[in-house]
C-alpha cells in the first residue's frame, strides 16, 4: 500500500448546512431546533443539530409531521437558496485561502489537496480550518483526510461517525485501518450506485476492507475500468484527480414544481416565460447564447396521470436576448399543453450554448446590424438595472399578471446577506 | 446605499469625468482608470463581512444612530475596546466590549441603557466586530 505521498486530499462538508446558515444570521433561532423543507415546502431536507436530537427523520414529507413539530416548537422555514448560495460562496472562498487545490463538489461541500508537514500530522491544519470557518461563518465543518478522495470521503463519514473524532479523521494514519473500513458499508462508498451494490452484496461483499481486497479480476470484470480505480483508490492509490476548473456547461435548465397544479395553457406559459427570463439572464451573465431551446412540462410523480411532453426550437443563430427567446418560448408551450393533464412542474433549457466572444453573429436574424446593437445594449442596460435594484426591478409584462403556479414558500427567511433591504436589524 | 449588497458586487465611482467635448483628445485620458471602490477601501476580508441596520439609540455616544448602517467583520477576534455584534437572548445586540476590574463586560454607549453582565446570562455570543458605521444625512 502507498502512504508515501506528501500530499493529502481532504474532503470538507458543512455540517446542518442549511439550518446553520439560518442559525447563523437568526439570533432568535440559535440552540433551537430548525428544519428547512424542499422546494414547495414538500418534505425535511435539512435539521439543526437540535432538531435531529428530536428524532425528526429526513425525507419526512411536512404535512405528516406538521402538529407534532408545532408541539415541540421546531422552527420551520422554507429554503431560501439566496442565503444559502451566499454562504456557499463564502466558504469556497475561505477554504481556496486555505488549501493548495480545491475542487467545489456541491453547495456545502469540497475536495482539496494540501501537503502533509514534515511530521506527517495534518491534525492541527484541520482543526485551524475548523476554528476558522466557525468564528468567519458560524457554520461547523467537518474534515475527511486521506491519500486519494475515494479514502477522503470515507474519512468524512468517520469523522461524523465517530464521537472522539471532534469533526477530524485522517484515514492515511490510523492504526488499524481495517477496523475503520469495516464500518463502511458499500453502499455508503463514493461512487457505488445501487446496481453495483447489490452486486457486491450478492458476492459478499458488505463493506469496504471487502472490497478492497476482492478479487482484482473480478471487479475489472464486473465494474470495468471504474471499478478497477474504485478499488485502487480503496487501496490508496491516488487515481481521481482535483478537477480545479468547472466543467464549461453543457446546457442551462431553470425549472420549477408548480404549487398547485397547473391546467390553463395561459398559466403554463406564464410560468415558462418567467423561467425562460431567469435562464436568458443567466447565460448572458456567462457571457453564452444558446441555439437550441427546449420547453418541458409533467404531472406529478405520484399521480396517476403520467404525462411528461418537451417540444423545442433550433436556431440558426444562437441567441441571449429575452425577447426572442421569450416569443419562442410562448410558441412551444402551446405545442406541449394539453388539456386534460395537470401539470405539478415545467421548465426551460437552453441548450447547444456557444461563448458569445467567439460568436460571429449572421445578420439573417436582425433586419439590420443596428437592430442586433439595440438588443445588445437594451439586454446589458436591463441587467444593470436589476443587479443595482434587485432582480426583476425590470421585467416583462406577462410575469406581472398573478401567478397562481408560483412556488409555495410559507416559511421563507430574509435575504439577510444579499439584500440591503433585508438585513437584519440590531435592536439593542 | 444599494451598492453594499454584497460584498463582490462593487460599485465604482470615476474620479473624473471622461467625456470631450472638442475633437482633441484629452491629455488626462491616461489618468482616468482611477476608481474610487468602496468596498476595496472599507472592507478587508469580504467572506466574513456582513451588514447590519441598527434600531435605536443605544449607541448614541459612540456615534452611531439610529437606522445607520452597520459593518461587521467576523473574522476579526473582539478585544476590550471594540465595538462589536453579539447575539444575547435571541437577539443582536451592539455594544462596546469592555473591561473593569479584571471582568469583561458589554458596555452601551447610551447612559439610558444598562451595561452588560456576562455572568449574568447564560445564551451569550459574541457574534462579530463592528469596522464601519454608516449615516446617512
Not at chain 1, 337 to 364: C, H, R
Request: proline content about 3%; some cysteine; aromatic content about 8%.
Amino acid at each position: 500500500m502507498i502512504i508515501s505521498s506528501l500530499n493529502a486530499i481532504a474532503l470538507i462538508d458543512a455540517n446542518n448546512f442549511y439550518a446553520s446558515c439560518e442559525q447563523n444570521i437568526n439570533p432568535n433561532l440559535r440552540n433551537k431546533p430548525v428544519v428547512i423543507l424542499s422546494n414547495n415546502d414538500g418534505c425535511i431536507i435539512a435539521r439543526s443539530p437540535e432538531a435531529r436530537a428530536l428524532r425528526i427523520k429526513m425525507g419526512t414529507p411536512y404535512f405528516q409531521v406538521k402538529e407534532r413539530l408545532n408541539k415541540l416548537d421546531v422552527a420551520v422555514l422554507s429554503s431560501n437558496y439566496s442565503l444559502y448560495g451566499d454562504m456557499s460562496r463564502r466558504l469556497m472562498n475561505l477554504l481556496k485561502n486555505h488549501c493548495e487545490q480545491i475542487e467545489i463538489y456541491s453547495i456545502d461541500e469540497a475536495f482539496v489537496s494540501i501537503s502533509r508537514p514534515n511530521d506527517k500530522n495534518l491534525h492541527p491544519w484541520a482543526r485551524s480550518m475548523r476554528s476558522l470557518i466557525y468564528q468567519n461563518l458560524g457554520i461547523s465543518i467537518t474534515v475527511g483526510i486521506g491519500e486519494n478522495k475515494v479514502r477522503a470521503k470515507i474519512a468524512n463519514k468517520l469523522a461524523k461517525n465517530i464521537d472522539y473524532s471532534a469533526g477530524i479523521f485522517d484515514l492515511a494514519r490510523t492504526r488499524n485501518e481495517n477496523n475503520y473500513l469495516k464500518r463502511i458499508s458499500v453502499d455508503k462508498i463514493w461512487g457505488v450506485g445501487r446496481q453495483t451494490s447489490n452486486w457486491l452484496q450478492s458476492k459478499g461483499i458488505k463493506n469496504a476492507k471487502e472490497l478492497r481486497d476482492m478479487e482484482e479480476n473480478e471487479v475489472i470484470k464486473k465494474l470495468g475500468i471504474v471499478g478497477k480505480r474504485l478499488q485502487l483508490e480503496l487501496k490508496g492509490y491516488k487515481c481521481l484527480p482535483i478537477e480545479k476548473k468547472k466543467k464549461s456547461k453543457k446546457e442551462i435548465q431553470v425549472s420549477r414544481s408548480f404549487g398547485t397544479p397547473v391546467t390553463k395553457l395561459e398559466d403554463l406559459t406564464q410560468a415558462l416565460a418567467t423561467h425562460a427570463i431567469k435562464a436568458s439572464e443567466k447565460m448572458r451573465s456567462q457571457n453564452l447564447q444558446s441555439s437550441n431551446i427546449r420547453v418541458f412540462a409533467r404531472t406529478s410523480k405520484y399521480s396517476s396521470q403520467n404525462y411528461q411532453r418537451s417540444a423545442y426550437r433550433k436556431l440558426t443563430n444562437a441567441t441571449d436576448d429575452t425577447n426572442n427567446i421569450l416569443k419562442i418560448v410562448v410558441e412551444l408551450s402551446k405545442e406541449i399543453y394539453n388539456p386534460e393533464y395537470k401539470f405539478s412542474k415545467a421548465g426551460v433549457l437552453m441548450q447547444d450554448l456557444t461563448n458569445n466572444n467567439y460568436l460571429q453573429q449572421s445578420i439573417i436574424n436582425y433586419k439590420s446590424q443596428k437592430d442586433l446593437k439595440k438588443s445588445i445594449s437594451l439586454m446589458r442596460t436591463i441587467d444593470l438595472l436589476n443587479k443595482r435594484f434587485n432582480n426583476n426591478a425590470i421585467t416583462w409584462a406577462i410575469t406581472k399578471k398573478p401567478q397562481i403556479w408560483k412556488m409555495n414558500k410559507n416559511f421563507l427567511s430574509r435575504s439577510s446577506t444579499t439584500d440591503i433591504e433585508q438585513i437584519p436589524t440590531i435592536v439593542k | 446605499m444599494n451598492s453594499f449588497n454584497s460584498t463582490t458586487k462593487s460599485f465604482k465611482i470615476p474620479l473624473l469625468n471622461d467625456s470631450v467635448s472638442a475633437g482633441f483628445p484629452s491629455p488626462a485620458d491616461d489618468y482616468t482608470e482611477e476608481n474610487i471602490d468602496l468596498n476595496e477601501h472599507l472592507i478587508s476580508n469580504p467572506f466574513s463581512t456582513f451588514f447590519l441596520r441598527v434600531k435605536g439609540d443605544s449607541m448614541i455616544n459612540a456615534g452611531i444612530k439610529d437606522k445607520d448602517l452597520i459593518i461587521v467583520d467576523k473574522s476579526l477576534t473582539a478585544k476590550p475596546g471594540n465595538i462589536i455584534i453579539a447575539m444575547i437572548d435571541g437577539e443582536f445586540t451592539i455594544k462596546r466590549l469592555s473591561i473593569k476590574n479584571d471582568e469583561l463586560y458589554l458596555k452601551a454607549e447610551n447612559n439610558n441603557y444598562p451595561d452588560f453582565i456576562f455572568k449574568n446570562h447564560i445564551d451569550v455570543q459574541i457574534w462579530g466586530v463592528v469596522i464601519y458605521s454608516i449615516h446617512s444625512y
